[in-house]
């Protein structure tokens, strides 16, 4: 099994390193790391530090750095535009697309979302979205962590302008005829994928979007639920793009 995976904003720059805060309490007292253990450090942004526990604290591990690494990141760029969903269909969007790789996520206020992000209550959706992305993160080892934009929401004209400075953009939508195993996919810059909310997306947010340059595709002859389509899309393009 591989090592667990700790994210700190800052990789330890000597050989010797004390883990507390959040992360050293979860270590310690709820995943009951002890002397000897191999665990991996990241910051999220492709570093990290191989490290050995030397010592088990109340809420902290002392550690020695046996290697450092660095990731690079993927190209191109995935970009996901989420659909405000209701309950916590969201949250599992965000979970499952951050296992498979993307690398980024946008909530989107589509005309058709029946939870709007408004005031206080967006700002704590959205803060629940980053927590999830994080905890995914180190579930599937990523030494990236997905960004999560948004403040706390885009409209649908701030996505129409992302689709537009893409180097590729595509619509989930059960009505194209195209489909997303097919169609041509940029070496380099950013693909952006728009997934609607549980209503779809309207048709005048598909004309939108299409204006900006993208191209409407579907996955296959079934309609997949908002928070797991996403997930769908991403391992297409990451077997397409080589990554699986």
């Given at each position: 099994?591989?090592?667990?995976?700790?994210?700190?904003?800052?990789?330890?720059?000597?050989?010797?390193?004390?883990?507390?805060?959040?992360?050293?309490?979860?270590?310690?007292?709820?995943?009951?790391?002890?002397?000897?253990?191999?665990?991996?450090?990241?910051?999220?942004?492709?570093?990290?530090?191989?490290?050995?526990?030397?010592?088990?604290?109340?809420?902290?591990?002392?550690?020695?750095?046996?290697?450092?690494?660095?990731?690079?990141?993927?190209?191109?760029?995935?970009?996901?535009?989420?659909?405000?969903?209701?309950?916590?269909?969201?949250e599992l969007a965000v979970q499952a697309m951050t296992e498979v790789g993307v690398d980024e996520i946008v909530p989107w206020?589509?005309?058709?979302?029946?939870?709007?992000?408004?005031?206080?209550?967006?700002?704590?959706?959205?803060?629940?979205?980053?927590?999830?992305?994080?905890?995914?993160?180190?579930?599937?080892?990523?030494?990236?962590?997905?960004?999560?934009?948004?403040?706390p929401d885009e409209s649908t004209a701030a996505v129409a302008r992302r689709i537009a400075g893409a180097a590729a953009a595509?619509?989930?939508?059960?009505?194209?005829?195209?489909?997303?195993?097919?169609?041509?996919?940029?070496?380099?810059?950013?693909?952006?994928?728009?997934?609607?909310?549980?209503?779809?997306?309207?048709?005048?947010?598909?004309?939108?979007?299409?204006?900006?340059?993208?191209?409407?595709?579907?996955?296959?002859?079934?309609?997949?639920?908002?928070?797991?389509?996403?997930?769908?899309?991403?391992?297409?393009?990451?077997?397409?793009?080589?990554?699986?």
């Amino acid at each position: 099994m591989s090592a667990s995976l700790f994210l700190v904003e800052s990789l330890p720059t000597a050989d010797q390193f004390t883990l507390d805060g959040p992360e050293g309490h979860h270590a310690a007292t709820v995943q009951r790391v002890h002397v000897g253990e191999e665990l991996l450090l990241a910051d999220g942004r492709g570093g990290t530090a191989a490290v050995v526990v030397t010592a088990v604290g109340r809420g902290t591990l002392d550690l020695t750095v046996t290697s450092r690494g660095y990731v690079d990141a993927d190209v191109p760029r995935l970009v996901v535009v989420q659909g405000i969903a209701k309950g916590d269909r969201g949250e599992l969007a965000v979970q499952a697309m951050t296992e498979v790789g993307v690398d980024e996520i946008v909530p989107w206020s589509a005309s058709r979302s029946v939870v709007q992000w408004r005031g206080d209550r967006g700002v704590r959706a959205r803060a629940k979205w980053v927590a999830t992305a994080r905890e995914a993160t180190k579930q599937a080892r990523r030494a990236r962590l997905p960004v999560i934009a948004g403040a706390p929401d885009e409209s649908t004209a701030a996505v129409a302008r992302r689709i537009a400075g893409a180097a590729a953009a595509f619509v989930l939508h059960e009505e194209a005829d195209e489909r997303l195993t097919t169609v041509v996919l940029p070496a380099t810059g950013e693909i952006v994928l728009v997934v609607g909310p549980e209503g779809g997306v309207a048709p005048t947010e598909l004309a939108t979007f299409t204006e900006a340059g993208a191209h409407p595709v579907r996955l296959g002859p079934t309609v997949l639920r908002t928070s797991t389509a996403g997930v769908a899309a991403l391992s297409v393009l990451a077997t397409r793009l080589s990554r699986w």
